[in-house]
């Protein structure tokens, strides 16, 4: 699940802290790019949670500004609320992570990088594990990059990867992770400083 980073909504520290949570991160996925639904269709998404805790997450979400309930459906005698993300669609905005300090980025690094242990670790407990036949990876780039560069390279990465989000569960699909870490190394010399630095 990505950290969107984008212009809108604030964000204070401690709920940057309650949405890097594995459930939550999983509903905030379900939802992306305009998505609605009801807690009965998140579940359907979500079928490993217990019901109990599933509406206990999306009420702290919503309480929290994170979610938004855009309608509520008449449903047999009842009310059924329908959840989007808030319209401007961030979930954290530059301005937050600047006031972010390095231990808070330490942190928020460290829970998502825990989350993936916790999945992973699910996966491979598996009877008749077969990574091949699974297609799993997991490999590291280095690259040379201008900041532009880099902002193209994820973009048509995140294209390709709004346009596989669409896929609606079924018999023929499993649910895949895909993570994604871009950080440029420490310090800020070019290839070509560094090159001169040599001579």
Not at 1 to 10: A, E, S, T
Not at 105 to 126: C, D, P, R, T, W
Not at 142 to 164: C, F, H, P, R, V
Request: avoid cysteine.
């Amino acid at each position: 699940m990505r950290m969107l980073i984008r212009g809108g909504l604030p964000i204070s520290i401690k709920k940057a802290e309650m949405i890097l949570h594995p459930i939550r991160m999983r509903i905030i996925q379900a939802l992306i790019n305009g998505s609605r639904m009801t807690s009965q269709q998140i579940q359907e998404r979500l079928e490993d949670v217990p019901q109990a805790t599933m509406y206990r997450h999306l009420k702290k979400m919503v309480d929290a500004g994170v979610l938004e309930v855009a309608e509520e459906i008449p449903n047999r005698g009842t009310l059924e609320k329908v959840y989007r993300l808030p319209e401007k669609g961030a979930i954290i905005s530059a301005e937050d992570l600047k006031r972010a300090s390095p231990e808070d980025h330490l942190s928020f690094f460290m829970n998502y990088a825990a989350q993936i242990i916790g999945e992973y670790g699910n996966y491979v407990k598996q009877p008749d594990l077969d990574l091949v036949q699974d297609g799993v990876s997991y490999r590291q780039i280095s690259l040379y990059l201008s900041d532009e560069e880099n902002i193209q390279l994820l973009t048509a990465l995140w294209e390709i990867l709004m346009k596989a989000i669409q896929n609606q569960p079924d018999e023929n699909r499993r649910r895949r992770l895909i993570s994604i870490i871009d950080f440029p190394q420490s310090g800020k010399k070019t290839a070509q400083q560094q090159r001169e630095d040599l001579h």
